[in-house]
């Protein structure tokens, strides 16, 4: 039998096997057609986010995970297939597997039910589904830490220890909320409507929280009369747009400490903050971050991959994951 750990996450889908290490990590993105009247997936992950971006909108694009929660069963169901059969190069006959799932942790019971529902649909024999934070925890091989997964959908601030999730919060504010801060910044000052893609690529070549950092860049998006305009965009300008989304998150683990018990409340103190996610790339994040909270800041080793490498530990300390769920894992 075959371990997987699988990161259900708001963008990107995960896969990480027991001994092997990562497998797999794509756009959780599909591109569909009828067939007899049936929806097919033709591509997925990055060959579809390359067919997209030359398609100008002229492909039926699919998106069956937003925020971390399945919202299209069939679609999804059809991807983890089409995923599985990548990895291990078979068309019909797939392995036995087992996986470990992390999902996001303010997912609700009928919301857990889907995704076990639909992993079984895709052909997994066995699913353990943990929360994320959980993972990351199994990740450090810490007892204890709280963790802030800033990623593109969300952000999961989690006061965790080895009995499992203390107190947290999960809010949608993160890569997708900072890319339409800076679009309605432009709107609002300028007039101008710019695509979401656009402020995407903008956003990781010259977003900087750091003051003396302020490169200019134009950009092309259409007015409010609809007539193209062409825009100088800068540094200084992204980062306040997106600072005021930073800050809430800031107040969001202000508030995870504030409400944590004593005693982890000193561990937290005295090994500061764990932080992860795709969006703490942001140059001079860490460091605003540690200002902000006067706390220490560590980045996790592989921040892209932390959570599903977390969940392949499992597999060697079931006891562990047996305690931190409260079940009996065999």
Same mark, same amino acid.
Do not use: H, W
């Given at each position: 039998?075959?371990?997987l ?5 708001s ?15 794509e756009?959780?993105?599909?591109i ?12 997925a992950?990055? &060959?579809?986010? %390359?067919?997209? $971006?030359k398609?100008?909108g002229? +492909?039926?694009?699919?998106e069956?995970? =937003?925020e /971390? #929660? ?6 999804f ?20 597997i087992?996986a470990i799932? &992390?999902?996001? %942790?303010a997912? $609700?019971?009928s919301?857990?039910? +889907? ?5 079984? =649909?895709? /052909? #997994? ?5 943990v ?12 007892i204890?830490?709280?963790f802030?997964?800033i ?17 947290g ?23 101008v409507?710019i ?5 995407e ?6 977003l ?6 302020d490169?200019?860049?134009p ?26 989304r930073?800050?809430d ?16 409340a ?6 500061g903050?764990f ?11 860490i460091e605003y ?16 991959n932390a ?18 769920l ?5």
């Open positions: 039998m075959i371990e750990s699988i990161d259900l996450g963008k990107t889908f995960r896969v990480a096997q027991r001994g092997a290490g990562l497998l797999l990590c756009p959780c993105v599909a569909v057609q009828k067939v007899k009247n049936k929806n097919e997936i033709v591509d992950g990055f &060959s579809a986010v %390359s067919i997209i $971006s398609s100008m002229g +492909v039926n694009i699919v069956p995970v =937003k /971390g #929660i399945i919202v299209n069963e069939d679609i169901i059809k991807l983890v297939k089409f995923f599985l059969r990548k990895i291990y190069n078979r068309k019909v006959m797939m392995p036995t087992k799932i &992390s999902i996001t %942790s997912m $609700s019971n919301e857990r039910r +889907v995704v076990e529902k639909c992993f079984f =649909k895709a /052909g #997994i024999k066995e699913i353990i589904v929360e994320s934070p959980i993972s990351l925890l199994a990740e450090t091989e810490t204890g830490g709280l802030v997964d990623g593109g959908g969300k952000t999961e601030v989690c006061a965790v220890t080895n009995r499992g999730i203390v107190n919060y999960t809010v949608n504010i993160a890569g997708d909320a900072f890319n339409q801060a800076i679009i309605d910044k432009a709107n609002m000052q300028y007039g409507k695509g979401n893609t656009t402020i690529t903008l956003k990781k070549t010259a900087s929280l750091y003051l003396n950092d490169g200019s860049y950009i092309t998006g259409g007015g409010t009369s609809g007539e193209i305009k062409t825009l100088t965009m800068t540094a200084k300008f992204m980062r306040e747009a997106v600072i005021p930073i800050n998150i800031i107040e969001v683990v202000m508030l995870v400490i504030s409400e944590t018990a004593p005693e982890l000193s561990e937290i103190s005295r090994k903050i932080l992860t996610g795709n969006s703490v790339k942001i140059p001079g994040l971050f540690q200002k902000a909270l006067e706390l220490k800041i560590s980045l996790l080793s592989d921040i892209d959570t599903v490498l977390g969940g392949t530990k499992f597999f060697n300390n079931k006891k562990l994951l047996s305690q931190m409260g079940v009996k894992i065999i």
